[in-house]
């Protein structure tokens, strides 16, 4: 299954933007989805979680209270809205998803077996 994100792009400090990521076709098993980004030179982190029934999220601690993770279950969309963007948020952006048997959101990135291919945020100051 691959992914299909888009929303990236370029912003100033404070400003905001809306990432999607949408799960092509249908499944017998719903999927649990979460975005990670990588900045250059940095390792891939974990940004936000959502199950797949969208009664838990998660967020890490650098985005907490500035990004929302939402989606539409019926379209198989997540969406996470990116507010009070800072320079430190610049980083390729990448949505996930797992059919996993838990009731929790997985925040490391090797839990996850669909990826979408990564967009860019950028933001300047």
């Known amino acids: 299954v691959q992914l299909q994100a888009s929303g990236g792009g370029s912003v100033q400090s404070g400003g905001s933007l809306r990432l999607s990521c949408d799960v092509p076709?249908?499944?017998?098993?719903?999927?649990?989805m979460a975005w990670f980004r990588q900045a250059p030179g940095k390792e891939r982190e974990f940004v936000a979680g959502i199950t797949s029934g969208g009664d838990k999220v998660r967020y890490s601690d650098s985005v907490k209270g500035r990004f929302t993770i939402s989606r539409d279950i019926a379209k198989n969309t997540a969406y996470l809205r990116m507010s009070g963007l800072k320079p430190e948020d610049t980083a390729v952006y990448y949505c996930a998803a797992t059919q996993a048997q838990t009731t929790v959101v997985m925040t490391i990135w090797t839990w996850y077996d669909y990826w979408g291919p990564g967009t860019l945020v950028t933001v300047s100051s």
């Open positions: 076709g249908r499944a017998s098993t719903p999927y649990h």
